[in-house]
């Protein structure tokens, strides 16, 4: 398997190509369409260049030699030639541009679902490491770029190589003497376009990592919107966006100094060769060494040959900045991924519900050990509770459970089975968490209980709002279940988000459930109807919950409390009260007895 490393050492073009193997038969339709378009467009030149013919030399023209000798006659032909061609090249202009324009919404939309695919198979720790707003970035601006490319800039670079081939063929077919006069411009200006695209290149790689900060500072400003707004930040947050902005607008200013310069370069360049085809062609053809319809040719000819190669300043440009994008697209699509996916399929059905945690020993990216040669048995469909201080590794596990991150020794089993070995969408299938961050998408109640249970009945999702105790309080709201709660959740209480993240658990009706800090940001009075539900739920299945407030996990068939990444206690609520430890000075500082009063003393 080719590495990362390998990979990116390919030209971006290549790449691009390599990725695109399936869309050939398009590629090379669209390509046909624009040579043949291009061939029909530089064939009025010849016809303008006949009809002078025809009026000069009247009998004795070229299409006389085909047996029409009356000039109204030699005329229409050339007329209805024309119509011909001009009919084609409308068609074949027509095929190329819905041509290149489905390839480029094809490739741009097949390219973003992959890599988008591809960022959600990453681990946890790739998100730690690079901004929302960059990957952002990626996925929308350097994607559509590709596509801004594959729409003009595939065609154009076609158009200019077939002129190129066939106008500089035909000069040396009617002039061979003069017709270095005409393409001598010509490596002139390939070369210049060649030497600017290596002087653009790095000032594009720069105006792309100047846009994925911008965009990385408007998501993070977008999400935090309501610190910036109870903090008074907005007048800090706009300078703070003015200098992202005039950071990228300096970048692109340093590309377009460059790329602008191009075509008054070139336009010299071609005046030269333009000029001395007038002149010389002109004295040759007023000496009678060349004819006058060939003369007329030539200059036709010089004029499409040169001044369409004044556009390479802004294909090149648009090619630049798609290479720029294409090396980024690419560049995440070959990001390793680090988690295995597992070959073991593990039937839901099947499954009993015994964790066990042998010696594992984890540590996140460049920092010390948060969990440290830790065991753990947790036995099918029994309720374990996890409490401890901020930091302990309490939800550490949680995320280790669901193969979120990998262990880096020790071997977590599910029913006997390595979790490395199983696959990840039937270990995650197997596992329902209700968090205490509660991510609500942008949507209704219904859409938000049913996600991941996409085929459960609207009968089956007011069962488990009901459960969960919180079809009361959706019924009151404007549209009931067909209420819009905003992004993240924004128009609901902590207190209701929570209650639709534990209808959201019912409803997968998971073997495995994990409630991690759960209660911890709601009322006394929430806290009772989520503990209620949880009650019902939890029957029947494995259960571990993780806990500040201990009142919570009191009725829990053992309790394990962790201290710097290891077990120090364990036992039911009443066997630690009486082992006198941390648990039961906990206890005593939440429940506010003499011994708590004591300990704050």
Known sequence: ??????????????????????????????????????????????????????????????????????IFGQLVVLSVLSAIIWGLESVFEYALTRL??????????????????????????????????????????????????????????????????????????????????????????????????????????????????????????????TTIKSFTTEAYEIERLSKDSHAYRQSNQKAIALSAAFIPLIRLVILAGFTAILLYGGVQAASGALAVGTYSVLVFLTQRLLWPLTRLGQTFDLYQRAMASITRVMDLLDTPIAIHPGDQSLPLATIKGEVNFNNITFAYSQRQPVIKNLSLHIPAGQTIAIVGATGSGKSTLVKLLLRLYEIKSGKITLDGQHIKDIVLWDLRRAIGLVSQDVFLFHGTVRENISYGSPDASIGQIIEAAKAAEADRFIRELPEGYDTIVGERGQKLSGGQKQRIAVARAILKDPPILILDEATSAVDNETEAAIARSLEKITQNRTTIAIAHRLSTIRHSDCIYVMDYGQLIEQGTHEELLALGGVYAGLWHVQTGSRQGRQLIG
Request: proline letters at 4%; one cysteine or more.
């Open 1 to 70: 398997m080719t590495s990362s490393k390998a990979k990116s050492s390919k030209h971006p073009l290549a790449r691009l190509l390599q990725y695109g193997d399936k869309y050939q038969v398009t590629i090379w339709q669209a390509a046909i369409c624009s040579i043949l378009n291009k061939l029909f467009d530089l064939a009025p030149p010849a016809i303008i260049g006949a009809a002078v013919d025809v009026v000069v030399k009247q009998e004795d023209s070229i299409v006389a030699s085909f047996g029409i000798t009356d």
């Open 100 to 225: 290149w324009r489905n390839l480029a919404q094809d490739v741009q939309h097949d390219i973003r679902l992959n890599a988008y695919a591809h960022v959600q198979d990453l681990e946890l720790a790739y998100f730690e490491e690079h901004s929302t707003g960059a990957l952002l970035s990626v996925l929308n601006d350097d994607i559509n770029q590709l596509e801004r490319f594959l729409d003009v800039g595939a065609n154009e670079i076609i158009h200019v190589l077939t002129t190129v081939l066939i106008v500089g063929g035909s000069f040396f077919i009617l002039t061979p003497d003069i017709a270095w006069m005409a393409i001598i411009p010509i490596p002139i200006i390939v070369w210049g376009s060649v030497a600017f695209q290596k002087w653009l290149a790095p000032r594009y790689a720069q105006v792309r990592e100047k846009v994925s900060a911008l965009n990385s500072r408007l998501a993070n400003n977008l999400s935090g919107i």
